[in-house]
């Protein structure tokens, strides 16, 4: 400390300058010792000089005029800034958000570092980095940049720089949301990727909004950990291990957080939109020798009709089906207008198994229509389907197959 005294009074003492009692002391508890601190002194020697002229004594009221050394450090990324090209300045956003963070808990602005390779590709944003760099707003560890690192060199920078305070202040809740998204990223590593430690849909809408204004850079972990549930839940559907109960969980799951599959919904003008899967021309072989009859080619939805489906097709409000039977009511399990998703099911009779409305299509009338019919349960007798016969079926060329779906007594 001795020294640095010397450093600052010496040279003053030399032009004629004088300190305030105690200026000096202040000063260089101010300065601190990280990177570039010397550089950052002399800069607020410099403001100090202007703001004491024309006196010859360099007074702490002057000192204080412009905050001092950290009331410098604006100053000083004020005229950098300036000085920076267009294109340069435009890059702002881009390198402070790799270099800003905010600690969660106290609520406040920090530092981190960041790989200088990132910025390589990134032309302006190297160019205003190397700036800061030479001022010693930044620093950087390491000549070779294939493997350097660059951040702020002071925390006052985070504070006392206006243009960054107000940066900071309008992003805080989203730095704060994308420091926990890593932090719980990291965690879901370290415990093994379990499935019930990811975020579900209602709270990752905040990640995707933040993500959206930010743009921060993802890492591959912290991109899986917040993959949509949607798709999550589709991926699992699509494993032949998962159990049905499962299968009928994720379906209501769906139907709550929407399916973002083709052919369960509507399209862009609000008509049913379906996704067709050819079936190739072939008989038929009835069980117990009830017969065999041929059939067509012909396309078969991927998806039964759906609650959506109907409600696009009606043009007003489903409501539950319920059937009233010997004075009971039954009820579909998975028969709910809530459940925009769901397949659309019928209940016909007591105790029969119900329908579900399968869109079919064939021929160049594009509409055929192919009917089970099912009979009351021991009954002992068996139907073969209904003849097929071209349709225009709600008016949108396509047919309806009702397939047998178990219900249960409500």
């Not at 009074?9 to 202040?26: I, K, N, Q, Y």
């Not at 704060?176 to 415990?191: D, K, P, T």
Request: net charge positive.
């Amino acid at each position: 400390m001795p020294a640095l005294y010397e450093m600052v009074t010496g040279p003053a003492g030399v032009a004629g300058l004088s300190f305030d009692a105690g200026l000096v002391s202040r000063i260089l508890h101010d300065t601190g010792s990280e990177p570039g601190a010397l550089a950052l002194m002399a800069f607020a020697l410099r403001e100090l000089y202007r703001a004491s002229q024309p006196d010859s004594c360099l007074t702490t009221k002057a000192y204080s005029s412009f905050s001092g050394v950290k009331g410098a450090i604006g100053k000083r990324a004020d005229t950098v800034f300036a000085q920076a090209e267009g294109a340069a300045q435009q890059a702002f956003d881009t390198v402070l958000k790799e270099l800003v963070d905010v600690d969660p808990e106290r609520g406040i602005p920090t530092r981190k570092r960041a790989a200088f390779s990132h910025f390589e590709p990134l032309g302006p944003a190297r160019q205003l980095i190397d700036a800061f760099v030479a001022a010693r707003l930044f620093v950087s560890d390491d000549s070779d940049r294939s493997t350097a690192v660059v951040e702020v060199a002071h925390e006052a920078l985070l504070t006392h720089w206006p243009r960054l305070q107000k940066w900071i202040a309008a992003r805080f809740d989203d730095l704060r949301l994308l420091r926990q998204l890593r932090q719980e990223a990291a965690e879901w590593v370290r415990l093994g990727r379990p499935k019930s430690h990811l975020w579900p849909h209602e709270r990752l809408q905040a990640v995707y909004a933040m993500s959206e204004r930010l743009d921060p850079t993802l890492t591959a972990v912290e991109q899986d950990f917040i993959r949509f549930e949607a798709e999550r839940l589709i991926e699992e559907i699509a494993d032949p291990a998962t159990t049905h109960e499962r299968r009928a969980t994720i379906g209501d799951r769906l139907a709550e957080i929407g399916d973002p599959r083709p052919g369960v919904g509507v399209d862009a003008r609000g008509l049913p939109e379906f996704v067709w899967l050819a079936v190739a021309a072939g008989d038929i072989d009835l069980a117990g020798g009830a017969g065999r009859f041929s059939v067509q080619p012909f396309f078969i939805s991927k998806y039964p009709v759906t609650w959506i489906h109907s409600i696009a097709v009606s043009c007003r409000p489903m409501t539950v089906t319920l059937r009233r039977a010997g004075g009971k009511v039954w009820q579909n399990a998975r028969t709910n207008p809530g459940r925009s998703f769901a397949p659309r099911t019928i209940i016909r009779r007591r105790m029969s198994p119900g329908t579900t409305r399968w869109p079919i299509a064939a021929g160049s009338a594009h509409g055929w229509v192919m009917r089970y019919a099912c009979p009351p349960n021991g009954s002992g007798s068996r139907r073969r389907p209904a003849a097929i016969r071209p349709v225009n079926t709600l008016g949108l060329g396509i047919g309806i197959w009702l397939a047998p779906t178990r219900m249960k007594a409500v």
